[in-house]
T-cell receptor
Framework: NAGVMQNPRHLVRRRGQEARLRCSPMKGHSHVYWYRQLPEEGLKFMVYLQKENIIDESGMPKERFSAEFPKEGPSILRIQQVVRGDSAAYFC????????????????FGDGTRLSIL | DAKTTQPTSMDCAEGRAANLPCNHSTISGNEYVYWYRQIHSQGPQYIIHGLKNNETNEMASLIITEDRKSSTLILPHATLRDTAVYYCIVNDMRFGAGTRLTVKP
């Protein structure tokens, strides 16, 4: 089975541009999570999505950031008008749905997208 | 904020058991405890999870106290490649800073 696939692995943008990060979950997984990690820090939860539905976006900045997980295709994390402070590693994880929304099945992570803002 | 607290760092001698503690005193009755590790800047790697019974797999053992307010991850024979940041989380999937484990020769 292919794992969680994130692309691109590295993304360079200039201030003010848009960044689009893509995440394809593992086969059979319908839940996706996005995290941000600054250098030498832990992972910060951003958003939790099901297909066509945002379950929890409490960790997402209110402006410039958005996420979607359409019926077909990968999940997209979109950052508009990027600033230097957006430079970080962005990780995506997926899990299958079993019973309740908060499944007991563990998340599986991708290798991340390193976003650099010039 | 994360519902778990862990020591910032620990050292372990190669070949010895590494015991990594985690406190989760506000854990709910139906929440699981999960352990992950992150080597350098790679994606976190799932290790093990449990609800109330002790668990063991090919990577590690997980010991959960009877009151479920704390747990310990055990790497029975640590190797240099086990040097990583280890995260303990519950179902809310909020990561703390983790424990930086350094395995020394």
């Amino acid at each position: 089975n292919a794992g969680v696939m994130q692309n691109p692995r590295h993304l360079v943008r200039r201030r003010g541009q848009e960044a689009r990060l893509r995440c394809s979950p593992m086969k059979g997984h319908s839940h996706v999570y996005w995290y941000r990690q600054l250098p030498e820090e832990g992972l910060k939860f951003m958003v939790y999505l099901q297909k066509e539905n945002i379950i929890d976006e409490s960790g997402m900045p209110k402006e410039r950031f958005s996420a979607e997980f359409p019926k077909e295709g990968p999940s997209i994390l979109r950052i508009q008008q990027v600033v230097r402070g957006d430079s970080a590693a962005y990780f995506c994880a997926s899990s299958p749905v079993v019973g309740d929304v908060y499944s007991n099945q563990p998340q599986h992570f991708g290798d991340g997208t390193r976003l650099s803002i010039l | 904020d994360a519902k778990t607290t862990q020591p910032t760092s620990m050292d372990c001698a190669e070949g010895r058991a590494a015991n990594l503690p985690c406190n989760h005193s506000t854990i709910s009755g139906n929440e699981y405890v999960y352990w992950y590790r992150q080597i350098h800047s790679q994606g976190p790697q799932y290790i093990i999870h449990g609800l109330k019974n002790n668990e063991t797999n090919e990577m590690a053992s997980l010991i959960i106290t009877e009151d479920r307010k704390s747990s310990t991850l055990i790497l029975p024979h640590a190797t240099l490649r086990d040097t990583a940041v280890y995260y303990c989380i519950v179902n809310d999937m909020r990561f703390g800073a983790g424990t930086r484990l350094t395995v020394k020769p």
